[in-house]
């Protein structure tokens, strides 16, 4: 049978019966809409965690005190610690002692009233120093970070994150050169950061930077540090830092069992290995559910295959008796089938990738439909023609001409 002739026969085959034939692809393209939608999803969660851990540095080592239940510390698994375990005494010791580190900043933090005039917000304020932001990987919008003299000479000055500035003035233009009161204290505002939007658990524009020693002596009387970032010279050097660290503040703090370290050690690299399983993990699991309604669709295919070669039992027979061969009819059929399944795959696709986008844009979560889903949809789609029509194709072309002439 010509190509032609086959693609003219599935047409007309198809159309005769348009009710059941659209009935039958939209098993198909809920399969595929769901394959799309659900991977995009999946792909779009990864890509976002991954954007969020980029944004915290590059190199990143994050050295915070007290212990864990389970997890990593030290390199090892902790008990309980004093929340109040590094000081700046550590701080320098880790500067002096440790090898391969680009820089280091040490930061306290907590939650205060911050107000402007008539505004006022609650928000978390950062104690810090003048090597913060190169770490962490803030940009400024306007103005400037806080020099190391400010920092050091105890100025009150402040930089905000982008929705404290609009919070309080309106707008972040308007913020550069402004008084705010942080706890009552009265602090200039010099810089306004570039949006890094949020970490999982809190917003990150919603925030108020100052020096640190300006933190330690207006607001808070603790000597304690909540958290040391340190940069490492390069990725292949951070495991002996993460080491070198732990041996040293385990030395200082007169602990011999690593088990009950009061301080832990978070690799950036291992964050994002983790997370980066983690989504993988639960994309394919995404899709395997989807998955579930192509095979429903699939079967729904081959159940339509075999009612349409019931009901043309005496065309098969007049066909055979004219000429036609297995291999015809099994072509034939089968046609039909993978016909079925593209088309429903190509609107599925259409589909799915408006809802995928329309849920970037129309909402908070993030998708990201790849050319490898949608290669995968028309591959699993065309299969699926082939696997479920191949059956009835097979089963037509098996018919003896004379018993099917008879049919009634």
Not at 89 to 99: G, L, M, N, R
Not at 173 to 191: D, E, H, M, W, Y
């Amino acid at each position: 049978m010509r190509v032609k002739d086959l693609l003219a026969e599935t047409f007309m085959s198809l159309t005769a019966n348009k009710a059941r034939s659209f009935l039958t692809i939209l098993g198909i393209v809920v399969g595929i809409t769901s394959v799309i939608v659900m991977v995009g999803f999946g792909q779009g969660t990864k890509a976002s965690i991954e954007s969020n851990i980029s944004s915290m540095g590059a190199n990143l080592l994050m050295i915070s005190p007290g212990g864990q239940m389970s997890g990593r510390i030290g390199g090892a698994p902790g008990g309980g610690g004093n929340t109040n375990s590094l000081t700046l005494k550590d701080v320098a010791a880790i500067k002096s002692q440790v090898s391969n580190i680009s820089r280091l900043a040490q930061t306290t933090q907590s939650s205060y009233q911050v107000s402007a005039e008539a505004s006022n917000t609650n928000v978390s304020v950062t104690g810090t120093t003048a090597d913060y932001p190169g770490i962490r990987n803030i940009t400024l919008q306007s103005g400037s970070w806080f020099s190391s003299d400010q920092e050091a000479s105890g100025s009150r000055v402040a930089i905000l994150g982008p929705t404290t500035a609009e919070t309080l003035f309106g707008s972040a233009s308007a913020a550069l050169g402004q008084k705010i009161r942080v706890n009552a204290q009265p602090f200039t505002v010099i810089g306004v950061a570039v949006s890094k939007g949020s970490n999982g658990s809190s917003s990150q524009d919603d925030a108020v930077y100052i020096p640190f020693e300006t933190f330690q002596a207006h607001l808070s009387r603790s000597t304690g540090v909540s958290m040391i970032y340190v940069e490492c010279a390069s990725q292949s050097v951070m495991t002996q830092v993460d080491n070198d660290i732990t041996s040293l503040l385990l030395s200082r703090h007169n602990i011999t069992d690593s088990s009950k370290a009061d301080f832990r050690i978070m690799n950036q690299s291992d964050i994002a290995s983790t997370l980066s399983t983690v989504t993988t993990t639960l994309t394919v699991l995404l899709g395997s559910i989807a998955g579930i309604s192509l095979i429903v669709g699939g079967i729904g295919i081959m159940n339509m295959m075999l009612t349409t070669v019931t009901e043309r039992i005496r065309e098969i027979g007049l066909r055979k008796a004219l000429g036609a061969t297995r291999s015809d009819l099994t072509s034939q059929f089968l046609a039909e089938s993978v016909a079925l399944t593209v088309l429903g795959g190509i609107i599925g696709i259409v589909l799915g990738w408006l809802i995928a986008w329309a849920i970037t844009a129309f909402s908070s979560y993030t998708t990201e439909v790849s050319t490898l889903s949608v290669l995968l949809a028309v591959g699993v789609s065309t299969a699926i023609g082939v696997v479920f029509g191949y059956y009835p194709a097979r089963r037509a072309a098996k018919l003896d001409p004379i018993e099917a002439l008879r049919y009634q």
